[in-house]
């Protein structure tokens, strides 16, 4: 696979089992500076596996991943804190810590990995608040947010460093349509104004094509079809039509 000068992420030969279960069979995939990759598969299929290899949470078996020229599978632990700096990961259940507020959420990366005093975190808390437009929540407990707005605090928290990098994990998934479509437009405005590289882990349909700038399906293991939303709609991969046409009719009857 060509490495190009603006590549941001790039996976290579990457595998991963579980005992006698496969899980990832050789993946290659590269990211590109500010673009949005959705990345689609069936359920249980390493999507979010992917994502946790880049966070270092786990170790591959086999082959690479790299975040610019920094192959995250063989960093020591100081080393992959220092990367993780850049990556910022928004979970699919939000992660928040319940017993600290949403201030103190957001807060929690610039205490821990920044030399920021308390008067910058606290212009960067009220920057990041701003952002994901929950500026008079900063006070509230994680269990006082619907979950739109839990999803949106983990995407402040995450974006507390400036990363080049954010990670999201089923970001719309348990959402209704009007907080998924604001969590789709943070994903757009992170790339158009802000100019953040982002993988999208999704199964919700409406989601992956508003936001992608490009998609790749993983199957049994392996990215079986890269493309531009346009080239996926007009796949002609069987998998890939199955699942389009399954999740987008389960959309229109839970919609």
Sequence with gaps: MKTLPDTLVKLLGLKLQFADKVILDGVDLSVQKEETLVIMGMSGGGKSTLISILMGLLKANAGSACFKDQDITRLSRP??????????????????????????????????LSD?????????????????????????????????MQK????ARALALEPELVLFDEPSAGLDPINSRLIDDLIIQLREKHKVTSIVVTHEMDSAFAVATRMAFLHEGKI???????EFRHSDQPIVREFLSTYSAHEKATG
Aim: avoid cysteine; proline fraction near 4%; hydrophobic fraction near 35%.
């Design 79 to 112: 080393k992959l804190n220092e990367v993780r700096t850049h990556i910022g990961m928004v979970y699919q259940n939000a992660a928040l810590i319940s017993s600290m507020t949403v201030r103190e959420n957001i807060g929690l990366p610039l205490q821990e």
């Design 116 to 148: 920021k005093n308390e008067k910058e975190i606290g212009a960067i808390i009220d920057q990041k608040l701003e952002l994901v437009d929950l500026k008079d929540a900063g006070d509230k407990l994680p269990s006082e947010l619907s979950g739109g």
């Design 152 to 155: 949106r605090v983990g995407l």
């Design 224 to 230: 079986i079809l890269e493309g531009t939303p346009d």
